[in-house]
């Protein structure tokens, strides 16, 4: 019986301590045709803005020659109780400066308080140690500006390393 109940304790601690590989899983789409901006009001009531935030798929790790790299998550944030944002362009640039990809062919909307994100998988590395984005937004004269922050994370074994980037209007 000693032997069953141990047999039984190791399966159960082998299990709990399996990992599960769910890196690989692709991040939910931001679903940007159910999305898209069918009317916006006057551009008399609006005001537009630009946004820079800066990303980091890479890090440098105990040297210039050794990177780390990491998972990113863009939020889009509609910071307004009552008003929505259209947002026109969230375009993703690499550290050289050159187009990665474009995430939206035409503009959506944010409705208030809404959080939209765009991930960026740890494998995918052509942002590298000073990737970014730009964004190009509209918002009623009267509404609160939106927020753009990005959350770069990686963890593995026990080790963990994240932090955080806030969005700075350009225009």
């Not at 990303?55 to 889009?76: A, F, G, P």
């Not at 004269?141 to 963890?155: D, G, Q």
Request: glycine content about 4%; hydrophobic content about 35%; proline content about 3%.
């Amino acid at each position: 019986m000693k032997k069953v109940l141990l047999i039984l304790l190791c399966a159960i601690f082998c299990i709990s301590c399996m990992e599960t590989n769910k890196s690989h899983e692709q991040p939910p789409s931001l679903h940007l045709k159910e999305r898209l901006a069918t009317t916006i009001e006057a551009d008399s009531l609006l005001n537009e803005g630009k946004t820079y935030l800066s990303i980091y798929s890479q890090v440098y790790s105990l040297s210039e020659h050794r990177k780390h790299n990491l998972t990113v998550t863009v939020s889009m944030r509609n910071t307004s109780l009552s008003d929505t944002l259209y947002l026109e362009k969230a375009d993703h640039y690499s550290t050289e400066g050159k187009l990665i990809k474009p995430y939206l062919e035409k503009t959506i909307f944010i409705a208030p308080m809404e959080t939209l994100e765009i991930v960026i998988n740890e494998q995918e590395i052509a942002g590298g140690t000073g990737g970014n984005f730009i964004f190009v937004w509209k918002i009623n004269k009267n509404a609160h500006e939106p927020l753009f922050e990005s959350v770069m994370i990686s963890t593995t074994s026990q080790q963990g390393l994240s932090f955080i980037s806030q969005g700075v209007r350009i225009e």
